[in-house]
């Protein structure tokens, strides 16, 4: 069809000409500006997908650059100073927003980022990103699946700052870090690149409180593009593109004894040492290790034509892990020694549009189709047990090799209502389905927000959401726990029950006040009832997250947010208060302990990762001297403390009972940038981590689907020189 509408075009004078007619001058070619084009264009986009009454917090390049290591920092440090954000794993990426375990959505330029295999690995790098805005709250129906938070970035582009940057970012811990970008046009082309290479001796938290760890080395390279080509001015055609693979030690404690040794609880258990053959093995010399890989692809059409805006992407991504034992070491402490294979492969397509309807109305409307396959393959080697557990034989080998499939579906349909210049209302509803290998479920999902603005300094937003979470496929195991009876990876319970989607009504309202022409604040506050709540953990040895269910969860909080912007000047603090609880363990139970599993089915309590009191508040100032400019920071980020197990008098454990100790930890840099002629400049910047060399904890080994001991990261000194081409 297109070679015969391309046939048509070029021989229509021709064919007119024969007619008796005369052929038409070709008219000249249209020469566009890619700037103001561009420009537009980013304006109708912002309008496919507006945040309309939740809670929206921005973070610009500028302010990036303004925190701890700017756009060195990992990706999930960046969130971190945003209200509501508590920190798990840094190296896993693990954030929790508002009491809830990931269910985080990433959007780059408006288009749904396909979630991968939860491991370590951070692809996104800060580099790319010219704002970011975390939505949380009450979503409008355009946000479905994961809802805990949308991560909307807009990337840059080539079109606005033409030219290339090199940097060289190392220091404490033997990091070492190049970085290449690089922007530009040509006619109706731009593009934007940036690639980079991190190494550093600290890749997963150190699970000792020593300052260096035993073990734990990483490599990671990323890479993205974001290329677009304009049609015509109403439209243009982008293909965005990013890789990520990293590798990672996995940090080794000293001193671990030999596993399933003799106690007083159980004096005739036999050592797993009587069936491998050794007498001793250091743990200080495990050599475990874990491998990721993460490539995505999108191209999207858009058009902005009269009223109408529209967006249509078509994406696919991979996503892969691979964890490797120690073959010896791991059946010597823990018998058992699995090596995991996970590839995540998804496809789909989404489509945007809305368009005035009628006075002071904006209808929207789209769909979202997903399609994804887990293959997943492992080999697990075991030791035979006898009914006491104690081993019978030499280890053996069971090999495990399944695959889950999943169609997702959603649909909306939405009206902005501008009732009158103060009050919008925001309506809409959610059709959402998924049909995976281990459950099929829908849902329909109101959802409304009021934004009221009774004056030019105040804004109030009010809303209630009908939320459906299909469970990550990706966690879920497929793994049959029949597999490994009589052997010792044996689970004490043998019941599992399917992973189901989890159903909340959430409801939000807040106020905003803007005072005199600097200073702003606000208030929010929120809660949910959920079935099925959601949550992940890691358990056994491998670390790769498992997917559960608790039957009933209840989240709620509040949060503050203060910030201060001119003359140079800028400063910002946030303060959240959160609970978060579930009962009743009723989906892969036999990933916990039979009496935890008693005690949770008619018991409250707090999910792993609820963290009472969360704060972060930081001061930059920019002065510029002539050609020369200057950049001084400070930030806090304060914790209460992830949930631990705690222990009566009486020796009963209450899963997640008790928290870690709270910790302040305090960051300050500083930098120098310099203009040269013809727009290229140097920049020099010194950044200092952990001020007073704070050691605290972030997990101590304890609580629901923690596996391993997780220090903070102790004082770190760090540099980069950077030039611009």
């Known amino acids: 069809m297109r070679r015969l509408l391309s046939l048509i075009f070029v021989l229509s004078p021709g064919v007119l000409a024969l007619a008796g007619e005369s052929a038409p001058a ?94 370590f690995g951070l692809e996104l790098d800060p580099r790319f990103v010219e704002s970011l805005q975390l939505i949380t709250g009450s979503l409008p129906a355009e946000y479905g699946f994961r809802t805990a938070g949308v991560v909307d970035i807009t990337a840059k582009g080539g079109s606005f700052e033409p030219g290339g940057d090199l940097s060289l970012y190392g220091g404490s811990y033997g990091t070492f870090r190049p970085s290449f970008e690089a922007s530009g046009t040509s006619g109706n082309l731009s593009g934007f690149v940036d690639a980079s290479f991190d190494h550093n001796e600290l890749g997963i938290e150190n699970p000792t409180p020593a300052p260096t760890a035993i073990h734990d080395s990483t490599d990671q390279a990323k890479a993205f593009a974001d290329v677009s080509w304009i049609l015509d001015s109403t439209s243009r055609v982008s293909f965005m593109g990013g890789l990520s693979v990293s590798s990672y030690q996995v940090p080794d404690v000293p001193g ?11 004096p005739t258990a036999v050592p797993w040492t009587t069936r491998i053959g050794i007498t001793g093995f250091d743990s200080s010399d495990l050599d475990e290790n874990q491998d990721e890989r993460n490539y995505f692809g999108v191209v999207t059409y858009q058009l902005s034509a009269g009223e109408l805006n529209l967006q249509a992407s078509a994406f696919a991504r991979e996503s892969g892990v691979h964890f490797t034992p120690d073959p010896v070491g791991d059946l010597y402490f823990n018998g058992v020694a699995s090596d995991v294979d996970k590839t995540l492969d998804s496809a789909g397509v989404q489509i945007d549009a809305s368009s005035p309807l009628g006075d002071g109305h904006t209808i929207r409307a789209g769909l979202l189709l997903q399609d994804e396959s887990v293959n997943a393959h492992s080999t697990t080697a075991v030791f035979p047990v006898d009914s006491d557990g104690n081993p019978t034989g030499p280890a053996f080998p069971i090999v ?73 496929v990706e966690n879920v195991s497929g793994s049959a726990v029949a597999e490994f009876q009589g052997t010792s990876n044996q689970s004490e319970v043998a019941q599992d029950s399917p992973v189901r989607a989890e159903r909340a009504n959430y409801f939000d309202a807040g106020i905003s006040q803007q005072i005199g022409t600097h200073f702003r604040m606000g208030v929010d ?73 008693a005690y949770v089915r008619n018991h409250w309590i707090n999910l792993d990762h609820d963290q009472t009191f969360t704060s972060s508040s930081g001061v930059a100032y920019r002065r510029k001297d002539g050609s020369a ?65 704070k050691s605290y904890e972030l997990r101590n080994g304890t609580g629901v689907g923690v596996n391993a001991a997780q220090y903070g990261m102790r004082r770190g000194f760090f540099g980069s020189v950077g030039t611009r081409f």
């Open 525 to 597: 506050a929120y809660t949910k009832q959920a079935r099925e709540q959601l949550d992940d953990g890691l358990f056994g040895q491998t670390l790769i997250l498992s997917a559960f269910n608790y039957a009933k969860g209840q989240v709620s909080g509040q949060e503050f947010t203060a910030s201060w912007a001119g003359e140079g000047l800028s400063a910002y603090g946030n303060l959240a208060h959160s609970k978060a609880l579930g009962e009743n363990w009723d989906s892969a139970q036999f990933l916990f302990d039979p009496a935890d599993l």
């Open 256 to 266: 671990v004894p030999a596993g399933n040794p003799p106690t007083p609880g159980n």
């Open 26 to 119: 070709a008219p000249p070619p249209t020469v566009l500006d890619p700037v103001i084009v561009t420009g537009a264009l980013d304006e109708s986009r912002d309008l496919l997908l507006p945040s309309l009454g939740a809670s929206s917090f921005v973070i610009s390049s500028d302010q990036i650059d303004g925190q701890s290591q700017g756009e060195d920092a990992p990706f999930n440090q960046v969130l971190l100073r945003a209200p509501g954000v508590a920190e798990d794993s840094a190296a896993n990426g693990d954030l929790h927003v508002r009491g809830e375990h990931a269910n985080l959505q990433y959007r780059i330029n408006g288009v749904l980022l396909p979630e991968g295999i939860s491991g």
């Open 400 to 472: 495990d090799r399944g695959t889950l499939h999943g169609l997702m579906d959603g649909l909306y349909l939405q009206d902005e209502w501008r009732v009158f210049p103060e009050l919008t209302v925001n309506a809409g509803a959610r059709l959402d389905a998924f049909d995976f290998s281990f459950d099929k479920e829908h849902q329909l999902s109101p959802r409304i927000n009021l934004l009221l603005r009774p004056s030019a300094s105040t804004a109030l937003h009010a809303g209630y959401s009908r939320y459906f979470t299909p469970p990550p």
């Open 629 to 693: 400019s200057t950049l001084v920071y400070a930030d806090v980020i304060f914790a209460s403390g992830l949930r631990t197990d705690s222990t009566a008098p009486d020796g009963s454990n209450t899963p997640n009972g008790g928290s870690v100790p709270s910790y302040i930890t305090v960051n300050v840099g500083a930098e120098r940038s310099y203009a040269l002629a013809k727009g290229r400049s140097w920049k020099v910047r010194v950044d200092v981590i952990n001020l007073a060399d």
